[in-house]
């Protein structure tokens, strides 16, 4: 392959764009303490600092904890809000579904900022429930997004055909919809669990004192002895992420073969 | 022929808002008939179709099914079953699959209904098909499936939305006589959507034109190609010819016509589906319905009449002439059958034409 300026500028783009996250496990394994080259020798002991410390366990329970919940509420959210804008028409649906999807550019410190107040006014805690409803919020458009490609790739005779053959508008659902769209369901769930699992932000402002993981990792950059632990950390999440991702994509490019579709586009 | 009506449409309106697509259509449909709803797109056909089925409701108007109001019936419990236009096949389960989703419900044993499935397999020629996975199929395999799986129900009416518009013109031919073979064997009413006229007057017993909405006219195949009661219904089933023509005298069941280009005929009355009011008007002939007479050959009664031949289209079997009469504004077009020993005329030829005045058709 001949390398023309384009595919230097390709090269060096994703030089910059991947460098400093493949600087992430080159210092979670070196056992120098101090973050610079040259590196030192291949050590294990950062991750198994990881091990015995329970705040950063408490953190990662609830994380997940947070990130389940948001990954099964945007996802039903979504589930009903794509069928209805691929199915029915009604008056001010571009508007409905552009102000649902609104969260998508939302600035999050303005949404963080925003529940923060409505919490304090209305004289309620933060807590993780709170972090759920505000990533609910901004997972939401994302899974509208991917079901609304299962929805409308899925032939709408084919629920017709399930009724006309004796099946009541539920059992048509079960029976059909929900197999056809279920790549698209996974992809979402995986998607929307990512998201919330990364989130800063909005965690940081509403968590209080039950830190969620990139919170948690944010308050040990205080202290520089514990650094090379923050490496360590930020390497399984970017593994975990990575890998979450790649299920996602293949349901969904399964989901398509199934149906015996054209591939359109997704997220990777 | 009388049959039992197992279909009774009476005065069916349906609005989309503003939008009057259906406009009062009335009509029975017997059982056992091969029935097609003929028009063109937007024409209301498949509105009319889905309002049998039951995925539309109608805004005014009755449908009886079996003698039943259908007035708040869902399409599930209809008498009905569909062909889809897509087919509608659902592609995460196997043709066996596919083909038995209807006995779901029928309380049927597994055996019975493993059976079933494979009787109606066989019917439509997929006997060896049943476990392969439903989007493993060809076009014309697809549309089998769809329709053995309607079947499989014992509907009283099977509904067929344009079920060979996605299939090539070969495929589309072995479809019709297939399907004309299945509703004999099965003897249940097939009613088809179809914009396809040639569709239309292969298969049916009877077919309604539609336009707008409206019935134009309900007829057999027949009736609907020689007797069109409408310059739009004749120009829409098959090619004809419309000429100038001046109604000079009428009496005894007779009407005598002036025709610019082929001069003064006697038609019968039963050739002026709209009445012969007088005055102007258009006589319609068929292509097949003109004959150039070759060297020698004369016509009988002395109709005859002149003209240049101002375009060749050679088919194998028929060439068609477009024949420009002696002080006409616009050529007719004539199709002849190619014959052994008979030439093909060449462009601007001379031509004679004979015609049959029993083939023609007055609207006024």
Not at chain 2, 3 to 20: E, Q
Not at chain 2, 302 to 321: I, L, N, P
């Given at each position: 392959m001949r390398l023309g300026p384009l595919g230097v500028f390709a090269g060096l783009y994703l030089m910059v764009l991947y460098a400093p996250i493949v600087l992430l496990p080159m210092f979670a394994f070196n056992s120098g303490t101090i973050i610079a080259f040259p590196l030192q020798g291949f050590t294990l002991n950062w991750f198994a600092a990881l091990l015995d410390t329970p705040a950063l366990h408490e953190a990662t329970l609830n994380s997940l904890i947070i990130a389940v919940s948001t990954a099964i509420f945007a996802t039903i959210l979504g589930l009903f809000a794509a069928r209805a804008a691929t199915r029915y028409s009604f008056p001010g649906k571009a508007g409905i579904v552009g102000f649902i999807m609104l969260p998508l550019v939302l600035p999050e410190v303005i949404v963080a900022i925003a529940l923060l107040i409505v919490l304090m006014q209305l004289g309620l805690n933060s807590g993780t429930w709170s972090i759920i409803a505000g990533h609910t919020l901004i997972c939401t458009p994302f899974a509208i997004a991917i079901l609304q490609g299962s929805f409308s790739n899925m032939d709408r005779s084919l629920e017709e055909a399930a009724v006309d053959l004796g099946e009541t508008p539920w059992s048509t659902f079960r029976l059909i919809t929900l197999p056809l769209v279920t790549p698209g369901i996974i992809a979402s769930l995986l998607i929307c669990f990512t998201i919330s699992l990364d989130e800063f932000i909005i965690a940081f402002f509403l968590s209080g004192n039950e830190p969620t993981l990139p919170v948690y990792l944010w308050g040990q950059l205080r202290f520089p002895a514990r650094l090379p632990v923050v490496m360590a950390l930020g390497t399984i999440l970017v593994a975990l992420s990575v890998v979450l991702l790649i299920i996602a994509e293949t349901f969904r490019r399964r989901g398509l073969k199934r149906a015996g579709l054209k591939d359109t586009g997704g997220f990777l | 022929m009388s049959r039992t009506p197992i279909v009774t449409l009476t005065g069916v309106h349906k609005y989309y808002g503003d939008y009057h697509a259906l406009r009062g259509i009335t009509a029975e449909i017997g059982q056992g008939e091969f029935f097609s709803l003929l028009?063109?797109?937007?024409?209301g056909k498949t509105t009319l179709l889905r309002a049998i089925a039951g995925f539309e409701d109608i805004s005014e108007g009755q449908v009886l099914l079996d003698g039943k109001d259908m007035e708040g019936v869902p399409p599930n419990r209809r008498p009905t079953n569909m062909v889809f236009q897509s087919y509608a096949i659902f592609p995460h389960m196997s043709v066996a699959e596919n083909v038995g989703f209807g006995l779901r419900r029928s309380g049927k044993s597994a055996e019975e209904k493993r059976r079933a499935v494979g009787e109606a397999l066989e019917m439509v020629g997929l006997a060896k098909f049943g476990s392969r996975a439903a989007h493993a199929l060809s076009g014309g395999q697809r549309q089998r499936v769809a329709l053995a799986r309607a079947l499989i129900l014992k509907p009283k009416v099977l509904l067929l939305d344009e079920p060979l518009s996605a299939l090539d013109k070969k495929m589309r031919e072995v479809m019709q006589v297939e399907l004309i073979r299945l509703q004999r064997e099965v003897g249940i009413t097939f009613i088809l959507v179809t914009h396809d006229q040639e569709e239309a007057l292969v298969m049916s017993d009877r077919i309604a034109v539609m336009f707008e909405g409206e019935i134009a006219q309900l007829d057999d195949p027949e009736t609907l190609y020689r007797r069109p009661k409408s310059r739009r219904v004749a120009e829409f089933i098959g090619s004809m010819n419309f000429l100038p023509a001046t109604v000079v005298g009428e009496g005894n069941g007779r009407v005598s016509v002036e025709v610019l280009g082929l001069g003064r005929t006697e038609l019968d009355a039963a050739q002026c589906p709209s009445g012969a009011r007088g005055g102007a008007g258009e006589v319609g002939v068929r292509p097949e319905s003109l004959t150039i007479l070759y060297e020698g050959q004369t016509a009988e009664g002395g109709r005859e009449a002149d003209g240049t031949v101002k375009e060749v289209v050679y088919y194998g079997d028929m060439t068609y002439y477009d024949v420009l009469l002696d002080g006409t504004p616009a050529p007719v077009r004539v199709s002849m059958r190619n014959m052994p020993g008979r030439k093909v005329l060449d462009f601007g030829a001379r031509a004679r034409l004979a015609w049959d005045p029993r083939s023609m058709v007055l609207f006024c």
């Amino acid at each position: 392959m001949r390398l023309g300026p384009l595919g230097v500028f390709a090269g060096l783009y994703l030089m910059v764009l991947y460098a400093p996250i493949v600087l992430l496990p080159m210092f979670a394994f070196n056992s120098g303490t101090i973050i610079a080259f040259p590196l030192q020798g291949f050590t294990l002991n950062w991750f198994a600092a990881l091990l015995d410390t329970p705040a950063l366990h408490e953190a990662t329970l609830n994380s997940l904890i947070i990130a389940v919940s948001t990954a099964i509420f945007a996802t039903i959210l979504g589930l009903f809000a794509a069928r209805a804008a691929t199915r029915y028409s009604f008056p001010g649906k571009a508007g409905i579904v552009g102000f649902i999807m609104l969260p998508l550019v939302l600035p999050e410190v303005i949404v963080a900022i925003a529940l923060l107040i409505v919490l304090m006014q209305l004289g309620l805690n933060s807590g993780t429930w709170s972090i759920i409803a505000g990533h609910t919020l901004i997972c939401t458009p994302f899974a509208i997004a991917i079901l609304q490609g299962s929805f409308s790739n899925m032939d709408r005779s084919l629920e017709e055909a399930a009724v006309d053959l004796g099946e009541t508008p539920w059992s048509t659902f079960r029976l059909i919809t929900l197999p056809l769209v279920t790549p698209g369901i996974i992809a979402s769930l995986l998607i929307c669990f990512t998201i919330s699992l990364d989130e800063f932000i909005i965690a940081f402002f509403l968590s209080g004192n039950e830190p969620t993981l990139p919170v948690y990792l944010w308050g040990q950059l205080r202290f520089p002895a514990r650094l090379p632990v923050v490496m360590a950390l930020g390497t399984i999440l970017v593994a975990l992420s990575v890998v979450l991702l790649i299920i996602a994509e293949t349901f969904r490019r399964r989901g398509l073969k199934r149906a015996g579709l054209k591939d359109t586009g997704g997220f990777l | 022929m009388s049959r039992t009506p197992i279909v009774t449409l009476t005065g069916v309106h349906k609005y989309y808002g503003d939008y009057h697509a259906l406009r009062g259509i009335t009509a029975e449909i017997g059982q056992g008939e091969f029935f097609s709803l003929l028009g063109p797109s937007g024409c209301g056909k498949t509105t009319l179709l889905r309002a049998i089925a039951g995925f539309e409701d109608i805004s005014e108007g009755q449908v009886l099914l079996d003698g039943k109001d259908m007035e708040g019936v869902p399409p599930n419990r209809r008498p009905t079953n569909m062909v889809f236009q897509s087919y509608a096949i659902f592609p995460h389960m196997s043709v066996a699959e596919n083909v038995g989703f209807g006995l779901r419900r029928s309380g049927k044993s597994a055996e019975e209904k493993r059976r079933a499935v494979g009787e109606a397999l066989e019917m439509v020629g997929l006997a060896k098909f049943g476990s392969r996975a439903a989007h493993a199929l060809s076009g014309g395999q697809r549309q089998r499936v769809a329709l053995a799986r309607a079947l499989i129900l014992k509907p009283k009416v099977l509904l067929l939305d344009e079920p060979l518009s996605a299939l090539d013109k070969k495929m589309r031919e072995v479809m019709q006589v297939e399907l004309i073979r299945l509703q004999r064997e099965v003897g249940i009413t097939f009613i088809l959507v179809t914009h396809d006229q040639e569709e239309a007057l292969v298969m049916s017993d009877r077919i309604a034109v539609m336009f707008e909405g409206e019935i134009a006219q309900l007829d057999d195949p027949e009736t609907l190609y020689r007797r069109p009661k409408s310059r739009r219904v004749a120009e829409f089933i098959g090619s004809m010819n419309f000429l100038p023509a001046t109604v000079v005298g009428e009496g005894n069941g007779r009407v005598s016509v002036e025709v610019l280009g082929l001069g003064r005929t006697e038609l019968d009355a039963a050739q002026c589906p709209s009445g012969a009011r007088g005055g102007a008007g258009e006589v319609g002939v068929r292509p097949e319905s003109l004959t150039i007479l070759y060297e020698g050959q004369t016509a009988e009664g002395g109709r005859e009449a002149d003209g240049t031949v101002k375009e060749v289209v050679y088919y194998g079997d028929m060439t068609y002439y477009d024949v420009l009469l002696d002080g006409t504004p616009a050529p007719v077009r004539v199709s002849m059958r190619n014959m052994p020993g008979r030439k093909v005329l060449d462009f601007g030829a001379r031509a004679r034409l004979a015609w049959d005045p029993r083939s023609m058709v007055l609207f006024c």
